[in-house]
């Protein structure tokens, strides 16, 4: 075998008879890491009808074993070779945290060497923005002492283990992207819901968003048309509630319509 930088360079001679692994430098590991997200809801203590609090929060464990034995980490460990890693990061979610039935999607891959003090380690990260009541049976088992969810900043200013703060940040980006992209909002929203709550919901995930046509441009726009539409009685008249404002507000309902959106309109 010819090295060039460490690397092993192609055999030309090499074919099914002759080959070996043993050869090769091979990851020590291929571990799955998940990041939850979830929306937390509180009702305000005051007198006057207003939109519950809000607050973004992610699901974390505290490691009972070396490495970074005692640390906040995600939930996660190693892919055996008779999984993938998309198995892999739903059975470690469930042993490590008590958590299942949640719909993951592939983040990325983490290999930065350094990584893991265990050795040569290529993580990929799945993450997922899911309603709390599928978070509402977690437990520590495992190699995980607690889990907890915290909200989210609160969790990037932690001394996480592993490269964990990265995987976080790049996952909360990508929700946000999902958040302003497709019908995510919906998953936290009663089956009639107020626009102030549809708004509150987005804003609670990308604090900056900001748009004050908002009512137009998400019943009227010609791409999004469709998306939501507006609840009525049985007489045809338009269904209202007051539940969170002095005034009666508009009800509104997803039509499960898919909008195909472009950069150029």
């Given amino acids: 075998m010819i090295y060039e930088g460490g690397c092993p360079l192609l055999n030309l001679h090499e074919?099914?008879?002759n080959y070996s692994a043993s050869n090769y430098r091979t990851p020590d590991g291929a571990p799955s890491d998940i990041v939850i997200f979830t929306i937390t809801s509180q009702e305000k203590e005051t007198t006057k009808k207003a939109l519950p609090m809000r607050e973004l929060q992610v699901l974390l464990i505290r490691r009972k074993v070396w490495p970074f034995?005692?640390?906040?980490?995600?939930p996660g460990g190693f892919t055996r070779e008779t999984?993938?890693?998309?198995?892999?990061?739903v059975r470690e979610l469930k042993e490590e945290a008590g958590v299942e039935h949640v719909h993951m999607e592939y983040l990325k891959a983490y290999s930065k060497p350094g990584r893991d003090p265990r050795g040569w380690?290529?993580?990929?990260?799945?993450?997922?923005?899911?309603?709390?009541?599928?978070?509402a049976d977690r437990k520590a088992s495992d190699d995980a002492v607690d889990v907890r969810l915290f909200p989210l900043f609160e969790a990037l200013e932690m001394n996480l283990a592993f490269d964990h703060?990265?995987?976080i940040q790049d996952a909360y980006l990508r929700i946000q992207q999902q958040m302003l992209t497709q019908a995510i909002a919906s998953a936290f929203l009663?089956?009639?819901?107020?626009?102030?709550?549809?708004?509150q919901i987005i804003q609670t995930v990308v604090p900056t968003f900001e748009e004050k046509n908002f009512i137009r441009k998400v019943t009227s726009t010609q791409s999004r048309?469709?998306?939501?539409?507006?609840?009525?009685?049985?007489?045809?008249?338009?269904?209202?509630s007051n539940q969170y404002s002095q005034r009666a507000a508009q009800l509104y309902r997803f039509t499960g319509f898919v909008p195909e959106l472009s950069i150029y309109s």
């Fill in 190 to 199: 009663p089956e009639e819901f107020t626009i102030g709550e549809l708004y």
């Fill in 15 to 17: 074919n099914e008879h």
């Fill in 225 to 240: 048309k469709g998306l939501i539409e507006e609840v009525h009685l049985p007489d045809g008249s338009l269904k209202l």
């Fill in 121 to 135: 380690m290529i993580s990929h990260a799945f993450c997922a923005l899911v309603n709390e009541k599928y978070l």
């Fill in 165 to 167: 703060h990265d995987i």
């Fill in 69 to 74: 034995e005692g640390q906040w980490a995600l």
């Fill in 83 to 89: 999984e993938t890693v998309e198995e892999c990061a």
